[in-house]
């Protein structure tokens, strides 16, 4: 496996979140990091936007919408042809991850069970987290770590004790699709219905249902899997903290990677088409990930 990098930061800096659309691309990190690309992630720059210094800890593009998460509830977004704004939220709680559809539908989530809903690309957000009693019977509150909403509007979060939830009605009402005890910390789920989410001590489900059943892979690594995603051609790849797993083959065989840029350093997000796969992590580093 190689890495490229495409740019290198400080031993200090951190990137977690990374995302592509078109030729739109937003990374994001520590100390309000935004940087950007508009030639489809070959080359990017520093955000001039004034964000503060509040660590963003995930990020969404879709079309005309970009929104960036992150620490103590908050929230910025940007329309095409416009600077980052922030939006009120009604939460101080960490949120950890978002997505947006191309229609605007938007999901936020994060510490303790948070889970925000918006209809306008992030402009306007409602709290639509579920009933935790009524799934967690000692009245746990989970930290949710992925966020999904699909071009149809089907809203998907996961998190801690294995949780997957769906909601077809906007986050008015949720159904759980999977509970365990890992964590789950990534997903993707690909147009073919395809797809794979990875957690903690190198746990891995996948459905070739869209979602809506998940069973359990063999990874063979105790890696913590911070990222995921997916080409249709049945490449898989992977990331994790002094770790990174390719699959060829859907998930039936794994291939680790050596490279010490990988195995004494950690990247999280990961994104990208089977043309170009970005990684972003530590040293604010975002690289392309090739497959030797």
Known sequence: ???KPIVTGTVHQ???SIALDGNTGVAVGAGGQIMESADAGKTWKQSAASVGELSFLGVAVNKDHAIAVGQQGQVFVRAQGKTWSKAETGTDNRLLSVSVNSSGVAVAVGA???VLTSTDGGLNWQKSSPEWINIMPQGEEPHLYVASADEKGVLT???EFGLILRSADGGATWKTL???DASVFAMHVRADGVGYAVGQAGS????TDGGATWKPLTTSTPAILLGVTSSADGKVY???M???LISTDDGSTWNHATNPEITTAWYQGITGSDAQILAVGNRGQIVRVKIN
Request: aromatic residues 8%.
């Open 1 to 3: 496996m190689q890495l």
């Open 14 to 16: 951190a990137l977690f």
């Open 112 to 114: 303790f069970g948070t």
């Open 157 to 159: 979060i996961a998190g």
């Open 178 to 180: 999977n509970k365990g």
């Open 204 to 207: 891995m489900l996948r459905t």
């Open 238 to 240: 992977i990331t994790g």
């Open 242 to 244: 002094h770790d990174m």
